[in-house]
């Protein structure tokens, strides 16, 4: 079952890293650029400031704190407990891979990038009313594009990313019930809306 398994995470990598071209190449590169997205999670916190007003307080250090989390566990308990190389430095798949960006680590379970951006959608799904739909699913296409280019790139195994965005979602819920939990002792009319 297991090499079924490694079998079909092969696959779907291989799927994904061939299908390029010069242009793909560069907006996967620009994706998977963490610095690229500072701006955008400038004004992220800015409008939940603006939104939330004096609930943001306690809002952004939450928001801030799950991110926190997802890369932490994912980064420096995940990847060295589990020790699996990422496609790029595994030797029977580097030299078939395209790789247009760097490699990285040496280990790749599970996704940073996909820890972290799951980390924040999850927060802000949870935490923004339903009028934020069109919002909400430009953050979720976002995420998949970021999550995806880590495929593209060679840097991840599809499970990689699926291990990490469920952790990252994991962290967003639990700080996500923490806010709620404070809001409606400290905030109760606030809490209810």
């Not at 997802?70 to 589990?82: G, L, M």
């Not at 296409?141 to 990252?168: C, E, F, K, N, Q």
Request: charged fraction near 15%; glycine fraction near 6%; aromatic fraction near 14%.
């Amino acid at each position: 079952m297991i090499e079924h398994l490694q079998a079909l995470d092969r696959w779907l990598l291989l799927a994904a890293n061939n299908h390029r071209s010069n242009a793909l190449d560069a907006w996967m590169i620009f994706f998977s650029e963490r610095f690229v997205w500072f701006p955008a999670y400038l004004v992220i916190l800015v409008v939940l400031g603006y939104m939330f007003r004096r609930r943001a307080l306690l809002l952004l250090p939450l928001l801030g704190l799950s991110v926190a989390l997802a890369d932490s566990v994912s980064s420096r308990f995940f990847k060295p407990y589990f020790a699996r190389l990422r496609p790029c430095h595994d030797p029977q798949l580097s030299a078939t891979l395209n790789l247009a960006s760097g490699c990285g680590g040496q280990f790749g379970f599970m996704s940073s990038h996909a820890a972290n951006a799951f980390a924040l959608v999850v927060f802000l799904w949870l935490v923004l009313p339903p009028r934020y739909r069109v919002a909400k699913i430009l953050v979720l296409i976002w995420a998949g594009l970021v999550s995806y280019s880590r495929m593209y790139l060679g840097a991840h195994y599809p499970s990689d990313i699926l291990a990490g965005a469920t952790l990252g979602s994991l962290a967003a819920w639990a700080c996500v019930r923490l806010y709620r939990l404070a809001a409606a002792r400290w905030w109760p009319v606030a809490a209810a809306e």
